[in-house]
């Protein structure tokens, strides 16, 4: 089936700094979504792509999607402490089930 | 507008005990899902429900799992007997009929379930 993987794991970074984080799919995805966790929190929607090599932006937050449509990263310029979280990516294939990534858990030290 | 509604927030139940979860998704989505997290984990898809249907519950335990939509709006999620791994947050999402270009999913709060 499918398998979307995402990296790193974790990620601690100094505020200001920059952050990007992976994701990988075994399988040619139809389109890509972005959700950010908060502790305690439920995964809140961020953005879709569904273009080959289509960029957004959302302020600081720069997503990608892969030419091949099987890779996508989400790249946070000058974090701020509110960007703490987990950050998911959630592939949808042929089947248009959405299948998501094991997420990267951002600390972001003051 | 109102976003997707769960309960109980939170559940501690023995092995072997059950427990049933309700959502209550966006009115107006035909579509509902049901999520379990595992901390830690990314949400894994136990059932989706197109209006009253099943669509996947491939991932769904059957053995112990029971998941019902009957009127196409609210939804229960049935754990019997419970065991020591299921213990989780249990995610209620909805979203609008399936589109060419996918779907936006809303999330509940959850349901924290903890097996002892």
């Known amino acids: 089936g499918q398998q979307v993987m995402q990296i790193p794991q974790y990620q601690h970074v100094q505020e200001g700094e920059d952050f990007t984080t992976y994701c990988n799919s075994s399988t040619t995805l139809s389109n890509i979504q972005w959700y950010k966790q908060r502790p305690g929190g439920h995964p809140v929607f961020l953005i879709q792509?569904?273009?080959?090599?289509e960029v957004k932006k959302q302020k600081r937050l720069t997503f990608q999607f892969g030419e091949a449509k099987k890779n996508s990263s989400l790249h946070i310029t000058a974090t701020q402490t509110t960007d703490v979280g987990t950050y998911f990516c959630?592939?949808?294939?042929?089947?248009?089930?959405?299948?998501f990534g094991s997420g990267t858990q951002l600390t972001v030290l003051p | 507008e109102a976003g997707v509604a769960q309960s109980p927030r939170y559940k501690i139940i023995e092995k072997r005990q059950s427990v049933a979860f309700w959502c209550n998704p966006i009115?107006?989505?035909?579509?509902l899902y049901w999520y379990q997290q595992i901390l830690g984990q990314g949400p894994k898809l136990l059932i989706q429900?197109?209006?009253?249907?099943?669509?996947?519950d491939s991932q769904l335990p059957k053995d112990r799992f029971s998941a019902e939509r009957l009127k196409g709006v609210d939804s229960t999620l049935k754990i019997q007997p419970a065991k020591l791994e299921d213990s989780a947050v249990y995610l209620c999402?909805?979203?609008?009929?399936?589109?060419?270009?996918?779907?936006?999913?809303?999330f509940g709060e959850g349901s924290w379930l903890t097996v002892v």
């Open positions: 429900f197109q209006n009253n249907g099943v669509v996947d």
């Open positions: 959630a592939g949808s294939g042929s089947a248009r089930q959405l299948t």
């Open positions: 009115s107006g989505h035909a579509t």
């Open positions: 792509l569904v273009k080959s090599g």
């Open positions: 999402a909805s979203s609008l009929e399936r589109t060419r270009s996918g779907n936006t999913i809303y």
